[in-house]
């Protein structure tokens, strides 16, 4: 007998976190990819105390890191100026300074916007900058396209 309340896609994200860490980078970066589409079903809550500790292991992957980008960016476009402040920059001002793939390059450039309305302007300044003007100094051919929206 099947409960219905587990079949839920919410319950199933949430459930697929507890394991996330076995997967390999594939399955990884399929789910950030999906999860962003049921974070709307999770309360705000369970992000800050289950989806985001997950994520900010994610960060730190290479490999995974523009994939978990998508997720993480949505919290941060629903969240409150506090509730990014407090609880998602910390975690997400690492990802400013660290080297990325040119993916990740491209999804933060695109969604700058979301980031800049809610970063107070001391880490804009010592953070989000720096990224931005190295992205200017990039060759990829990727990377010049975004600069030119």
Do not use: C
Not at 8 to 26: G, N
Not at 48 to 58: A, D, N
Not at 97 to 109: F, H, I
């Amino acid at each position: 007998m099947q409960i219905k309340f587990f079949m839920e896609p919410a319950v199933h994200a949430l459930q697929y976190l507890d394991v996330i860490q076995m997967k390999d980078s594939t399955h990884k970066s399929h789910f950030y990819h999906s999860l962003q589409g049921t974070l709307f079903s999770i309360p705000k809550k369970l992000w800050f105390q289950h989806v985001l500790p997950s994520l900010k292991t994610e960060l730190q992957s290479p490999e995974v890191l523009a994939a978990a980008l998508q997720p993480l960016l949505f919290m941060i476009e629903e969240s409150t100026v506090e509730e990014y402040q407090n609880e998602i920059l910390p975690v997400f001002r690492t990802v400013f300074s660290m080297p990325k793939s040119v993916q990740a390059t491209v999804t933060l450039l695109e969604n700058l916007d979301i980031i800049m309305k809610k970063t107070p302007k001391s880490d804009i300044k010592a953070d989000v900058l720096p990224m931005l003007y190295s992205a200017f100094e990039s060759t990829t051919p990727q990377i010049q396209v975004t600069k030119s929206y």
